[in-house]
């Protein structure tokens, strides 16, 4: 690195990085001791100082490391060399050469040429340097996606989904990786006095973008022509539907006919969407308590159609944390994605048709 350039333009502070990428700053320091992934330039008061090269090593770094290379081998791939940097002393790395690293605004996926080692699939724990989020003990891809949310690392993002979606499916990504990240970084909102909201919306939107995609992503299987859909929609006054969308994916991929209805359903236009439909189920989406309605759920289980002696009923599922189990007692129940989609997977026979587990008077 030029030491013109560093002159010209003043350079980020160990904090003001560490707040960028979503890591520790001891993590930072202890890179520069270990690998030599320290800035080269620091100020008149001997403070170090991130040029926007040293940010993209580090930032390459995090990228590895999260992807499940080794640190050794990840700084190695980071500074670009090829000499070994486990095992020196603080002082020999402080004094070793570092070759430039990629320019900012490099592509967030790994280079075709990087021999980066696979790290653990799905379902295998592993730690690593912490996003500043209160994760827990998560799925590594979990850490991987929280950094890049806090660094509002949009293409990471996008990239991380569709890699988690493509390998694992949607139901394992949703239950091991997008929903610990989403409560972990509503977690940080609610403790740090409206702050990461952006996260918060960056991550639900990319999120909600993924399960869209998948179509796209994971091959699906097509409905029987005429067989009764699942209608899916959020009781009025509610607005997360991401919930909803990621079930409907799920449903879609196994070749359950949807109807989706989104976000704060009015109740004409939801008992609307019923009668003209004739459902084999209603499935009633409720965040808070504040906006479950029992009477309707209730409503919408005593609706009828059909010809006399075979009328049908749908099978209705209040699904949401709004809902107070012990009020919606007589109704089915689920425990997330996976059971929500059993349960209403087996309404349906082989054929597509609705099987015993429909409801019928």
Known sequence: MAEDSTQEVPGLTTGAVARRLGVA???????DRRYGLGPAARSRGRHRRWSPADVARVERMCRLTAAGAPPAEAARVARGTTAPTAGRSPADSSRSPVSPGPPA????SLDPGEAVPPGPALGSPRGGAGSGLPLGDVRREARGLARAAVRLDAPEL????????RAHGLIATWEEVMVPTLRAVGRKWESSADRYVEVEHLLSWHISTAVRSVPLLLPCARPAPGAPPVVLACVPGEQHSL???????ALDERGVPTRMLGAAVPVEA??????????????LWAQARSTASLPLAR???GLEWGAAGARRRPVVLPAGPGWDRRAVSGFPRCTGLRDAVGLLGGLYARDGTVGPGGRTR
């Open 25 to 31: 700053p001891t993590t930072l320091r202890s890179w």
């Open 158 to 165: 996008e990239s991380r989904l569709l890699a988690a979606i």
């Open 243 to 249: 919930a909803l969308e990621a079930l409907r994916a």
């Open 105 to 108: 605004g490099a592509s967030p």
């Open 270 to 283: 939801l008992l609307a969407c019923v009668r003209r439909t004739g459902p084999a189920a209603v499935v």
């Open 299 to 301: 409503h919408i289980d």
